[in-house]
Structure formats: structure tokens, C-alpha cells
């Protein structure tokens, strides 16, 4: 199985949106609905942000949303703010109790 | 609440064994809606599942680390384990464990409980 597809990197300016693509397969982004997005600060263990592609754990900020649209999913971090800087991951399950993670992609806050 | 925390050595030579342990704390590593797995991250890359178990000892393995990988479950320690076998300097990378919760629990599929990592360098 091969990682999932992120771009290297994404930007917004404070108060802005940014929206960091995952593109996987059929055989994992798009054949189920367990889509999961994790924020991770340097230094720092992975904090799950999102999960079943588009619900929030408790705590999670609601300005932190995903979506999914065939193979690829999505979040969409809205009213960017200094601490959402961080790099993130996307996760899918791929069948058979096997999991795949995304290739990560670094947001800056400008 | 639940908290998981790795344990094992900071360093291993070439050929040799891995070994890692997860102790689980605040909650049964039996619960039928919980796996355990396990991730690494080498430095400065990205993150890529190792495998999961679940409290019978079944276990799923990414197949590009089928090979030389091994988990196991110790229900009376409620604690979890890997092994990886003829480690290479590629090997060396930060370990995590993590919960993830089964396709009929809450959360399903996602990794939300995470140990706070162990630094593991291959190196002689």
C-alpha cells in the first residue's frame, strides 16, 4: 500500500482558510468513510483533529472540517489562527484492519 | 482517562532486535472496541503505520514490514509489544503507540489516544 497524496505545503494569512488535500485510492480513501486528519506541533505526538472524514472529537475546534469527494478527502482549517500552525496528516483505513497515512503537509500561518 | 506511555531502548545496533513496549493506563487493553498499534516517524519525515493488535493477539502488519515484524498483547500487564527483526539504520525513527478504536466503536478506524513517542536510533 502507498502513502497517501498531500501537498508539501499549504499558507494563509491569520483569519483566512486553508484546505490541505489527501488523494488515496479506492481501495482506501475512497471505499470507506474512515477518513482521519491528525496535528502534529514539533516535538509533539500526533492530536487527532478529525475523524470518519468529516466529525470533530471533543475539544476540536469547529473552525476544523473535512469533507471526502471520491479518492481524495480534505480539511479545512477556517479563521486561521498563530497555533494552527503545524504539520498535519491525514489517515485512512484500507481494508482488512490495514491502515495508510498521508505524506503530511505544513501549514504556515503567515 | 487513557493514556499510553513507550517504553524499551534508545538504541540498537545493526541485525539486532527492536523491542518496544506500551503500558495502557486508565482503561482495559481487553476492551473489545479497542486495537493497539503502532507508528513510527523517521526524523524530519512523515508518519507510516507499523501494524495493530487487538486483545486476542490477532495482528495486522504493514505489508512492507510483514517480514520482520511481530506484535503481541500481556492482558495481565495491559500492555502491548513490538518486535522488528534485522533493524537497519533506515529503522531508526521516533515509535508512537496509539489506540484505535474498531469499526463499530466511536471514532471508528481513527487513532485518538497517542503515547508521547520513543526516539529509537540504529547505530553501532
Known amino acids: 500500500q502507498s502513502a497517501l497524496t498531500q501537498p508539501p505545503s499549504a499558507s494563509g494569512s491569520p483569519g483566512q482558510s486553508v484546505t490541505i488535500s489527501c488523494t488515496g485510492t479506492?481501495?482506501?480513501?475512497?471505499?470507506?468513510?474512515?477518513v482521519s486528519w491528525y496535528q502534529q506541533h514539533p516535538g509533539k505526538a500526533p492530536k487527532l483533529m478529525i475523524y470518519e472524514v468529516g466529525k470533530r472529537p471533543s475539544g476540536v475546534p469547529d473552525r476544523f472540517s473535512g469533507s471526502k469527494s471520491g479518492n481524495t478527502a480534505s480539511l479545512t482549517v477556517s479563521g486561521l489562527q498563530a497555533e494552527d500552525e503545524a504539520d498535519y496528516y491525514c489517515s485512512s483505513y484500507a481494508g482488512s484492519n490495514n491502515y495508510v497515512f498521508g505524506t503530511g503537509t505544513k501549514v504556515t500561518v503567515l | 482517562q487513557l493514556q499510553l506511555q513507550e517504553s524499551g531502548p534508545g538504541l540498537v545496533k545493526p541485525s539486532e532486535t527492536l523491542s518496544l513496549t506500551c503500558a495502557v493506563s486508565g482503561g482495559s487493553i481487553s476492551s473489545t472496541t479497542s486495537f493497539w498499534g503502532w507508528i513510527r516517524q523517521p526524523p524530519g519525515k512523515g508518519l507510516e503505520w507499523i501494524g495493530t493488535v487487538y486483545y486476542s493477539g490477532s495482528a495486522y502488519y504493514n505489508p512492507s514490514l510483514k517480514s520482520r515484524v511481530t506484535m503481541s498483547v500481556d492482558t495481565s500487564k495491559n500492555q502491548f509489544s513490538l518486535k522488528l527483526i534485522s533493524v537497519t539504520a533506515t529503522d531508526t525513527a521516533m515509535y508512537y503507540c496509539a489506540r484505535v478504536r474498531g469499526l463499530a466503536a466511536p471514532a471508528s478506524g481513527a487513532f485518538d489516544v497517542w503515547g508521547q513517542g520513543t526516539l529509537v536510533t540504529v547505530s553501532s
Open positions: 479506492s481501495s482506501d480513501v475512497g471505499g470507506y468513510n474512515y
